[in-house]
C-alpha cells in the first residue's frame, strides 16, 4: 500500500529566504505521481507542483520546486524567497497510476516570519 | 477559483441527522471524487465516480453513500451521523479515469456535528 511521510509537524522560516518542506514515500508501483498541495487558514485546497515517477527533470513552478529523489523515495518541496502570504499547512500526496485515489501526509505547518 | 463548486459551504447539524453534500465538478471533468479531512484521520480518500459509475471506494463508512447523476454532479449522504464525522468534506474532480496529473479541489463543505 502506498504510504506517505511528512516528519516536519511544524516549520519556521524568516519572510525572503527558502525552506525545504520534507516529504517520503512508499510505493511498490513503478509507476506513480507525487503532488504537493498548499492549505491555508481558510481551507481550500491548492495545488501547487507535480512530479511524475518517469520524469527526468525536477518540476518547477515560479517560487516552487520539488527536489525529486528516486532511490530515496523522496519528494521535498523547495518554496524559494518566502513570503507571508506562504503561512499555510502544505500536503504531499501521492497516487499510483494503478490507482485513483491520492494518499496524503500528515502535512506541515509553515508559517513565515516579517 | 479551481471551477469545483460545494454547497453548502457550512452545515451545522445534530447526531442522528441526515445530510448531503452537493458538488459539481469543473466543466468537462467526468471524475469526481470525495475526501474527508478530520483531525484525527487526516486527509482520507472516499469514494470515486467515474462519468456516473463507482470507480474506487476508500475509506468510507457504511452510513455514507454517493452518486454522481447523468449532469455530472455528485452528491455525498451521511446518514446517523455522529460526533466524529464532524469534518472538512471537500470534493474533487478530473478530467480523466485517474488524474494522472491533478486532481481540482472544491473549497469544502465544513460540517459539524452537535
Known amino acids: 500500500a502506498q504510504k506517505i511521510t511528512q516528519t516536519q509537524p511544524g516549520m519556521f522560516v524568516q519572510e525572503k529566504e527558502a525552506v525545504t518542506l520534507d516529504c517520503t514515500y512508499d510505493t511498490s508501483d513503478p509507476s506513480y505521481g507525487l503532488f504537493w498541495y498548499k492549505q491555508p487558514s481558510s481551507g481550500e485546497m491548492i495545488f501547487l507542483i507535480y512530479?511524475?515517477?518517469?520524469?527526468?527533470q525536477n518540476a518547477t513552478e515560479g517560487r516552487y520546486s520539488l527536489n525529486f529523489q528516486k532511490a530515496r523515495k523522496s519528494a521535498n518541496l523547495v518554496i524559494s524567497a518566502s513570503q507571508l502570504g506562504d503561512s499555510a499547512m502544505y500536503f504531499c500526496?501521492?497516487?499510483?497510476?494503478?490507482?485513483?485515489?491520492?494518499?496524503f501526509g500528515e502535512g506541515t505547518q509553515l508559517t513565515v516570519n516579517p | 477559483d479551481s471551477g469545483v463548486t460545494q454547497t453548502p459551504k457550512h452545515l451545522i447539524t445534530a447526531t442522528g441527522q441526515r445530510v448531503t453534500l452537493r458538488c459539481s465538478p469543473r466543466s468537462g471533468d467526468l471524475s469526481v471524487y470525495w475526501y474527508q479531512q478530520s483531525l484525527d484521520q487526516g486527509l482520507q480518500f472516499l469514494i470515486q465516480y467515474y462519468n456516473g459509475e463507482e470507480r474506487a471506494k476508500g475509506n468510507i463508512l457504511e452510513r455514507f453513500s454517493a452518486q454522481q447523476f447523468p449532469d455530472l454532479h455528485s452528491e455525498l449522504n451521511l446518514s446517523s451521523l455522529e460526533l466524529g464525522d464532524s469534518a472538512l468534506y471537500f470534493c474533487?474532480?478530473?478530467?480523466?479515469?485517474?488524474?494522472?496529473?491533478?486532481?481540482?479541489f472544491g473549497p469544502g463543505t465544513r460540517l459539524t456535528v452537535t
Open positions: 512530479q511524475g515517477s518517469y520524469d527526468q
Open positions: 500526496a501521492m497516487i499510483e497510476t494503478s490507482g485513483s485515489r491520492l494518499t
Open positions: 474533487a474532480s478530473s478530467p480523466w479515469t485517474i488524474p494522472v496529473y491533478e486532481q481540482y
